[in-house]
């Protein structure tokens, strides 16, 4: 099987910054997108950003600008970097990751979730 373990979170001040990081472990054949998700009580997950396998990245436009995903392949980790953070952007962050565990078999596997909270 396949872990997701997320760290980086807590409080910040607005305009601060935070890195999010997530890292993959066990039976991994491969990894594919990579995804930062967001979720505050009582609202669906929202899609954040997204980086391919190839590099290519996208964002939401709440947060194009001031947030950066990148990856590292041999860590098998995908970070989210956060700059002039907003009290609207206190949430939970979770990491979704397509992963071959199996040599013929891909699903996404999720991060535990960690709490960003943005606030004086």
């Known amino acids: 099987q396949v872990q997701l373990v997320e760290s980086g979170g807590g409080l910040v001040q607005p305009g601060g910054s935070l890195r999010l990081s997530c890292t993959a472990s066990?039976?991994?054949?491969?990894?594919?997108?990579m995804e930062w998700y967001r979720q505050v009580p009582g609202k669906p997950r929202e899609w954040v950003a997204e980086?391919?396998?190839?590099?290519?990245?996208r964002y939401t436009d709440s947060v194009r600008g001031r947030f950066t995903i990148s990856r590292d392949n041999n860590k098998k980790a995908v970070y989210l970097q956060m700059n002039a953070l907003k009290p609207e952007d206190t949430a939970v962050y979770f990491c979704?990751?397509?992963?071959?565990?199996?040599?013929?078999?891909?699903?996404?596997?999720w991060g535990q979730g960690i709490q960003v909270t943005v606030s004086t």
């Open positions: 979704g990751v397509d992963v071959r565990w199996e040599v013929d078999t891909v699903n996404r596997f």
């Open positions: 066990g039976s991994i054949y491969g990894i594919y997108n």
């Open positions: 980086i391919t396998a190839l590099g290519s990245t």
